[in-house]
C-alpha cells in the first residue's frame, strides 16, 4: 500500500487492503466514483463515519472537490438575526386589542387550522447540547467534538401532522448532512428514536426534541481544524407550507 492514495483515483488493488473493505463494497466504490463529499460516499455506500476514520488512518485520502461558496440568502441572514423588540403598546391599544379579541372569541366560529396559521415558523431558539453522563449541557462557545452525542430541540408553529428535516451544513464547503427525517409526525413520540418527540405547547405552537444523535456516526471530520456548520431545520405542515430555521455551531476533533 503507498503512504497516501485518494479515494477517487486510488487502483482496486490499493483500496481492497483497507479494512470494512469487502467485495461488493469495493465493487459499489469503483462503480459510483468520483465522489463530491463525505456524504455521498456514505449514502452511497451505506456506511457510517466511523469507517471513513477508518480508512483515513490507514492513508486514504479524500480528494474531494471544493464546492463553490455562494454568499448567504437574504431569508437565511433573517434567520440568524434575533427577533425585534416588540413595539410598546399604549393602554388604549391594549384595551381595543382586548374588545377585538373577545368579540373575534364569541361571535367567530373555530377558523381550521390552515386558515388560522398562515406560515410555519421554526425558532427560534433552536437548541444543541452536548450529553455528559446522564444529562445535557449547553456549550456557551457553541462547539462540539464530533464524537459528542448530542441534544436538538426547537419550537415551531404549524398545523400537524408534520414533515421534519434536520440537516447539518459545513460552511466552508457546503457539504451536508441529513441526520433526521421524519414524515407524518404528529403529537407524541420518544425524543431518543430516530422520530423525535413532539409535545404540544400552546394553540398550533409545538416543541419537538431529538436525542441521542451520535455526531460520530453521522458526520466524517478527520485532522481538520475547527470548521463552522449550520444546523437546519425544515418543517412543512398539513396544509403544505414549509418553515426554515438556522443555528450557528462549531465542530471540531481531536484525532
Request: hydrophobic share 40%.
Amino acid at each position: 500500500m503507498p503512504d497516501t492514495f485518494t479515494l477517487n483515483t486510488a487502483s482496486p488493488e490499493d483500496l481492497k487492503t483497507l479494512p470494512e473493505m469487502p467485495a461488493g463494497r469495493l465493487e459499489l466504490l469503483l462503480e459510483r466514483r468520483p465522489f463530491k463529499s463525505a456524504t455521498e460516499v456514505m449514502r452511497a455506500l451505506k456506511i457510517k463515519a466511523p469507517i471513513l476514520r477508518i480508512w483515513a488512518r490507514k492513508g486514504l485520502a479524500f480528494d474531494f472537490p471544493r464546492a463553490a461558496i455562494t454568499p448567504l440568502s437574504d431569508e437565511m441572514i433573517a434567520a440568524l438575526v434575533a427577533c425585534r423588540p416588540l413595539t410598546p403598546l399604549t393602554e388604549a391599544a391594549l384595551e381595543a386589542e382586548f374588545i377585538n379579541c373577545l368579540s373575534l372569541l364569541l361571535l367567530a366560529p373555530p377558523a381550521a387550522c390552515c386558515d388560522r396559521v398562515t406560515s410555519v415558523s421554526v425558532g427560534p431558539p433552536i437548541n444543541m447540547q452536548r450529553k455528559v453522563g446522564n444529562r445535557y449541557e449547553s456549550p456557551l462557545n457553541q462547539t462540539f467534538d464530533s464524537e459528542d452525542v448530542v441534544r436538538i430541540g426547537f419550537q415551531f408553529t404549524a398545523c400537524l401532522p408534520v414533515d421534519i428535516r434536520v440537516r447539518f451544513n459545513r460552511i466552508y464547503d457546503q457539504d451536508e448532512s441529513e441526520l433526521r427525517t421524519v414524515d407524518g409526525k404528529g403529537v407524541g413520540g420518544d425524543a431518543t428514536t430516530a422520530q423525535g418527540q413532539v409535545v404540544h405547547i400552546k394553540d398550533d405552537t409545538y416543541q419537538c426534541v431529538f436525542e441521542e444523535i451520535d455526531l460520530g456516526d453521522e458526520i466524517f471530520i478527520f485532522n481538520e481544524p475547527p470548521r463552522a456548520y449550520l444546523l437546519t431545520i425544515l418543517v412543512r405542515d398539513d396544509c403544505g407550507r414549509i418553515g426554515a430555521g438556522v443555528a450557528r455551531f462549531t465542530l471540531t476533533n481531536f484525532d
